[in-house]
Structure formats: C-alpha cells, structure tokens
C-alpha cells in the first residue's frame, strides 16, 4: 500500500513538476517566514527609494515638463544623450571622474583591510577599542566639516603649509594647484572613511577558527607567515566582493566633497558628473539633461560590475552571482 501511494505521489510529480514547485516554495517560505519578516523593512525601503523613482528614466528621452509631468511631456528620444556626448566638457568631467575614482581604489579601497590586519594584532583589549573609537569618529564628521578643516589647515596661512615652507617647500598652494587636487581629495577619503571600513574586515576576521592559528604556532610559523596563510585568504572573499560591488558605483563620488573643495583654480581637475549635473541640469533647470547623464553612469556602472563579476566567476570561487 505505501509502495503504491510512493509511486502515485512520484507520478503527480512528474506529470505537474510546476504545482509541485510551487508547494516546495510555499513551504520554503512559511517555514522561513520570521527571517523574512525581519527582511520587510529593508525589502520596503529599496522597492520604495530604488525602484520607484527609476519611473523618472522617461525624462532622459522627453524634454520634460515640470508642468506636464512625465506623462505629458514631449518626446526627444536621444537628444539629451547626444547633447552629452558631444558636449565639450564630457571627455573632461569624464576623466575626473575615472581618475579620482581609480585613486580611490588603489589607494582608499585597501587602507581599511591593512587598518584591520593591524588592529587584528593587537592583544590589548582596552588599546583596540579605543584605536577604533578614535578610527571611526570621522565618519561621523559631515563633508562640510571635513573640508572646512582642510581649508584651514591647507590655505597660505594654514599649519601646513608653514611646515612645508619651514622644511624648505615654499611657494606651494596646496588648495590651487591642479597637480596634487586629486592627491588632497583621495587623502581627504581615506582618513575620512577607512577606519569605519574596517568594520565588516573585523567582523570577518572575528569569523577565523582560532584553532588554525595554533596549528600555526605548533608548527613554527611567526605572525607574518600566519597572516599570509590563514589570515589573508580567509577574507579574499569578503575582498573581492567588496570590490566588485564598489566597481559598480566607481561613477560615483562624493558631491558634497568635490562641490566644497572646487575652486575656478582647479575647476578643471574638479569637475566631475556629481557636480556637472547640478551645475548644468539643476541649477539651469535642465532636468531631463540631467536624467541623461545619471542613466549614462548607471549603464557605466552595469557594465563594470557585470564584466568584473564575469572575471572573477572564469578565474576564482568569489563572485556575486
């Protein structure tokens, strides 16, 4: 009897395999229901704040109408695109952009891993804490402020510049020369935002068995071959996914710091897409411009992690999906 009812269950199966993988994923559902819940608000807050607003993708195609509305608004097709591409800032505020975010991946993007590796070797447990109190305080600190201490400390009164002046480095204007613009903007980034990137590092570190470092030390191998043994590959994953999610967002930069720091001295080692559409879309009221240039960074930035993600998936066991 149970036999027959086995192969009459296998045989519904098999003659309905989508109604049984609906039931599996009813009862897959239920049955994480509380983790899913927990999920909602999260779930809410992206479909509400990503997903809605890509409605307004229209006015890239349309020379929009505050008074007609989406729905009203004339169609243009390209032209905005075409607007772009041949305008004759596009290939300089394209530069910027590509430059400074690069310098941000060199040098930025590994500053919180060594900061981690760092505090990882620390065995007082009173000192780490109170290093990475004083690491994660200026993630805190607004643009505005950050910058305000740059100008006051980089201007030509400024406690920097006399000690450059003082070691022989004079006639220097650290907030007006286009050569080291890119330099102070990436520096600014890095003391900034590091320490508080170090936060998911740890968290990873903290996930290490600690029984593989004392199969190390049995073995003989000091600190350095046991970071680069044990440490080190265990948050390659964590690594490669941090970058990869970083290069789909490598065209975008912060405005608030680039809009502050910019002066006519740097304008053109400054001017990036963040704040060429509030110069030229917002503030001229050119909205469907601007919708333009934000599509265009999102296709950039599509194509980026889709390929960097291609890469990784052909050459390691790391990739997003």
Request: one cysteine or more; hydrophobic letters at 50%; charged letters at 15%.
């Amino acid at each position: 009897m149970l036999s027959q009812v086995g192969e009459r269950i296998v045989s519904d199966v098999q003659s309905d395999p989508v109604r049984s993988r609906g039931r599996r994923l009813r009862r897959k559902l239920w049955s994480d229901r509380y983790m899913y819940l927990l999920a909602l608000p999260g779930i809410l807050f992206i479909l509400l704040f990503d997903y809605v607003p890509m409605y307004g993708i229209l006015m890239a195609f349309q020379d929009y109408n505050p008074f007609s509305g989406i729905s009203h608004s004339e169609w243009v097709g390209f032209e905005h695109f075409e607007r772009l591409f041949h305008h004759p800032d596009f290939w300089m505020v394209l530069r910027n952009t590509l430059v400074i975010s690069l310098l941000n991946l060199v040098l930025y993007f590994p500053a919180p891993v060594v900061i981690a590796l760092l505090l990882n070797e620390v065995r007082g447990a009173l000192y780490k804490k109170l290093i990475q109190t004083v690491i994660y305080l200026p993630h805190f600190v607004s643009w505005v402020v950050v910058c305000s201490l740059t100008v006051t400390l980089m201007n030509s009164q400024g406690i920097v510049t006399k000690f450059l002046h003082a070691i022989g480095i004079a006639n220097v204007q650290l907030l007006l020369d286009e050569r080291l613009f890119w330099g102070v903007i990436t520096l600014q980034s890095i003391w900034k935002d590091a320490g508080w990137g170090t936060i998911i590092f740890l968290a990873a570190l903290a996930g290490i068995n600690p029984e593989l470092y004392e199969a190390a030390r049995v073995d003989g191998a000091n600190r350095w071959q046991q970071m680069k043994a044990i440490t080190l590959p265990a948050l390659m994953g964590t690594i490669v996914v941090l970058l990869l999610l970083r290069m789909g967002s490598i065209m975008n930069l912060s405005f608030d710091q680039l809009f502050i720091m910019g002066n006519p001295m740097v304008n053109n080692v400054a001017e990036v897409f963040d704040t060429y559409v509030f110069k030229v879309g917002v503030l001229q009221g050119n909205f469907s411009f601007a919708a333009a240039v934000g599509l265009f960074k999102s296709l950039v930035g599509l194509v980026l992690i889709l390929g960097s993600n291609f890469l990784a998936k052909k050459t390691s066991d790391n990739y997003l999906f």
